[in-house]
Nanobody, 126 residues
Framework: QVNLVESGGGLVQAGGSLRLSCATS????????TGWFRQAPGKAREFLAG????????VYADSVKGRFTISKDNVKNTVYLQMNSLQPEDTAVYYC???????????????????WGQGTQVTVSS
């Protein structure tokens, strides 16, 4: 079991920035990749960015490249998502997930993630 807790969501004006945090904890000696997803009302959960256990590999959705940045504090096992140039279309509940099958790499596939946090709301006003 991997526990994940998201924080940092809120209300921001279009063009603004927000940094989300995902605090993770897992079994002793476990390794897992972590990804950020979002889900707007009536839509499927959308992959945004992922990072490997070591932090050495990252993957981004084309839609957020150059605008969102994922990073990891390897001591705290906390993953961050820096979001810049936010637009109303970015409004959604943002989730982080963990993939225990990924020891080295990271996947963008929703089905690859085993555990999820509760989500944090991001609302961007026009």
């Amino acid at each position: 079991q991997v526990n994940l807790v998201e924080s940092g969501g809120g209300l921001v004006q279009a063009g603004g920035s927000l940094r989300l945090s995902c605090a993770t904890s897992g079994p002793l000696f476990s390794s897992y990749a972590t990804g950020w997803f979002r889900q707007a009302p009536g839509k499927a959960r959308e992959f945004l960015a992922g990072i490997s256990w070591s932090g050495g590999s990252t993957v981004y959705a084309d839609s957020v490249k150059g605008r969102f940045t994922i990073s990891k504090d390897n001591v705290k096992n906390t993953v961050y998502l820096q979001m810049n140039s936010l637009q109303p279309e970015d409004t959604a509940v943002y989730y982080c997930g963990a993939d225990l099958s990924q020891i080295i790499g990271v996947t963008s596939d929703y089905e690859g993630y085993d555990y999820w946090g509760q989500g944090t709301q991001v609302t961007v006003s026009s």
